[in-house]
């Protein structure tokens, strides 16, 4: 089995990144002769679609048995289909619609919609299993986003909550700046609602899969598995966290009190002198990893963002050993160098709020701003400040 | 995948008067018998010299973390032996929790940033009931960052505690868990990359972390059959002599079960590769 993972994402396929072969049997390439034959019995010879990969990053082959893997992928075929065939289970707030819209081969359908919007438009980056292990993956800088385990660097939500919708919409419009992500601004909007819901099944499918694992392989549950167990643990509380931001808004979701008038050039460099004392400020941190000058060279040199860090051994040998069980290498995360002005969740004022108040999922950037339950180490205002000072570095006026 | 060991064996250790000795069988499911209840007390003891602690690299916020003898705390043995730090969690599904239990927990587990490590290093939360609350008694500031599979991830900041101008005011940060984990996660302070903590998140209050003597005791467990669970940094799941990988069935009795001392050989703490 170790040869079906494929080392360093090199080529990292589905077809040839499935550890467990057997189950996702490859489409056999028909002779005209036996095609025929088929034709002529069943009428029709019709190719096997492709399979969503196993979510086997960061395990050793040998710690999943054919059996575990067996179960996990039916469980999932059974709750969530296949990339051709999306299934809702009861409970999943998900429009299968919009899902099939976005999945299944490139085609057109009656009335003029296409379907297989991800594979037209995502799937080069993002692969077939939305794992962010595409074709041209393993050569960009960052990697593309792997939707599995649901988390997504820029929203406007609290510490830790899932993107509203508007936030990975705002992405999609936008992009994401300075990386190989572009603007999907040109596409008619329910395209993007197709895909923004595929998106979201993606998260929902891939924390469920997180789950079977932990329950079937690190906890070695009992088989066959307990499918209302699966619901009640797995599933449901996976849709939950997608649906609860959207439902608890006034208390999730940040919203920036309005930005302190700097009309004036007095104003501004009032609020810019603050907002670089608090920069530099031990409560903030922020010199830690940005650095004093805010170039990006803080004493921290080792960071890693979540998708990362688990490739990272203790020592240099154990994170070579620890490559052959992920798809792509390691890459280290850089802290932005405020003086270039680009800013990957958006360079207005009020997403660096938002990047400053709520932090930056699965990095090491935290939340300044208080949340809920979380005093945070920077008063509203004082948010707005260091967006200033931020700024200015940027070389921004207004 | 579950060990098929059904041997019936009594543990040694528990000749104290007035112990009842503990049946362990691996495994089989019983219900527990209603309204009875039932201690699981025992101590680890590290069966072997300990290894000596190895002084951590501190080399951020000098000033104040500088001066604290920071060392690795993936291994906790006290004087004679006892180990620290094992978790000791229930496993299979129950039906009931001990109302007195409920009333005796206490309404909040603490994390505090205290000499620029967690203190404690290895705590448990029944969440729902328990409410999670970190504190920074540190004049830096502090971050926490913890993961739990399925639930809300946290990455926040705690404003350094300034003991001259605010001697009473520490900053508390409140954390609501929504799920249970099969096991304790890691927590880590991004800005001090040697302080490290494990949770352990569950949807009942039986669980303990054996102290630095060794001992533990997880009180009022429903009477019956009961898996349970034995976990360590150093390894996850902790293979102990009649535990293959950390788990075993106990036939849980009123009153007071001693599972006696349990002595793991180095080997058993050895890291996996």
């Given amino acids: ?398 | 995948m579950r060990s098929k060991l059904t041997r019936r064996r009594f543990l040694a250790g528990t000749a104290a008067a007035g112990v009842t000795a503990v049946g362990v069988a691996c495994p089989a499911i019983a219900r527990a018998a209603e309204g009875q209840w039932g201690d699981l007390v025992g101590r680890f003891i590290y069966d072997g010299k300990a290894p000596e602690r190895k002084k951590l690299t501190v080399d951020k916020d000098v000033d104040c973390c500088g001066k604290f003898d920071i060392r690795d705390e993936s291994l906790m043995v006290g004087p004679d032996g006892g180990l620290a730090n094992v978790f000791v969690y229930l496993r299979s599904r129950i039906a009931a929790v001990s109302t007195a239990v409920e009333k005796s927990l206490p309404k909040r587990v603490v994390l505090d940033n205290r000499d620029c490590i967690f203190q404690p290093h290895c705590m448990g939360v029944w969440y729902g009931k328990q409410e999670f609350l970190i504190i920074n008694s540190d004049p830096v500031a502090q971050n926490v960052d913890f993961k739990p599979m399925g639930d809300t991830p946290a990455n926040i900041v705690l404003p350094a505690y300034d003991a001259k101008k605010s001697p009473d005011k520490k900053v508390e940060a409140t954390w609501k868990f929504a799920q249970a984990q099969f096991a304790p996660i890691l927590i880590k302070c991004n800005y001090h990359p040697w302080e490290s903590g494990y949770i352990l998140i569950r949807s009942n209050p039986y669980h303990a972390v054996s102290a630095a003597d060794g001992t533990f005791r997880i009180a009022k467990l429903p009477v019956g059959k009961l898996e349970f669970q034995l976990w360590h940094e150093r390894v996850t799941y902790l293979d102990a002599p009649g535990w293959p990988k950390g788990r075993c069935e106990i036939a849980i009795r009123p009153d007071r079960n001693d599972l006696g001392t349990i002595r793991l050989a180095p080997t058993r703490l050895e890291r996996k590769s």
């Avoid at chain 1, 190719?47 to 996990?72: D, H, T, W, Y």
């Avoid at chain 1, 003029?112 to 438009?121: A, D, I, P, V």
């Avoid at chain 1, 997403?351 to 701003?369: E, F, H, N, Q, S």
Wanted: with cysteine; glycine share 10%.
């Fill in chain 1, 1 to 398: 089995m170790n040869d079906a993972l494929a080392p360093n994402g090199l080529n990292p396929e589905p077809r040839t990144l499935n550890p467990f072969p057997a189950l996702n049997p490859e489409p056999r390439t028909l002779t005209p002769f036996v095609c025929l034959l088929l034709a002529l019995l069943a009428a029709g010879c019709r190719r096997a679609g492709p399979q969503f990969r196993l979510n086997m990053e960061g395990r050793p082959p040998e710690s999943v048995s054919q059996q575990q893997a067996k179960a996990i992928t039916e469980a999932l075929t059974g709750l969530f289909g296949t990339p051709d065939e999306p299934k809702v289970s009861t409970g999943v707030d998900l429009d299968l619609e919009l899902l099939r819209r976005a999945s299944g081969p490139i085609a057109g359908a009656p009335g003029g919609q296409e379907r297989g919007l991800f594979r037209r438009q995502c799937v080069t980056c993002h692969g077939v299993s939305g794992d962010g292990a595409g074709p041209t993956a393993a050569e960009l800088d960052p990697y593309p986003r792997d939707f599995r385990n649901g988390v997504f660097k820029y929203t406007s939500t609290r510490g830790g909550v899932k993107p509203i919708m508007m936030d990975l919409r705002r992405t999609l419009y936008r992009g994401v700046a300075g990386t190989a992500m572009p603007s999907f601004a040109q596409l008619p909007e329910e395209e993007i609602d197709a895909l923004l819901e595929y998106v979201k099944y993606f998260g929902v499918r891939g924390q469920t899969e997180l789950y079977l694992f932990q329950m079937v392989v690190d906890d070695d549950g009992a088989l066959p598995l307990d499918q209302s167990q699966v619901m009640e643990e797995g599933v449901l509380p996976a849709a939950q966290s997608w649906f609860e931001p959207e439902r608890r808004r006034a208390e999730l979701v940040a919203k920036p009190p309005p930005r302190p008038p700097t009309d004036t050039p007095e104003r501004l460099a009032t609020s810019i002198a603050k907002g670089r004392e608090l920069y530099l400020s031990t409560n903030s941190q922020c010199t830690k990893c940005h650095g004093p000058e805010g170039n990006g060279q803080g004493e921290q040199s080792e960071l890693y963002d979540d998708w990362n860090k688990r490739k990272k051994g203790e020592t240099p040998e154990r994170t070579a050993e620890l490559a052959r069980f992920f798809t792509l290498p390691i890459e280290r995360l850089r802290p932005r160098n405020l003086h270039e002005g680009v800013f990957r969740g958006g360079g207005t004022p009020i997403d660096l709020y938002r990047r400053v108040c709520v932090g930056i999922k699965g990095t090491p950037m935290p939340a300044a701003g208080s949340a809920p339950g979380v005093p945070g180490v920077l008063s509203d205002e004082e948010v707005w400040q260091v967006v200033e000072y931020v700024r200015s570095l940027g070389g921004s006026r207004q």
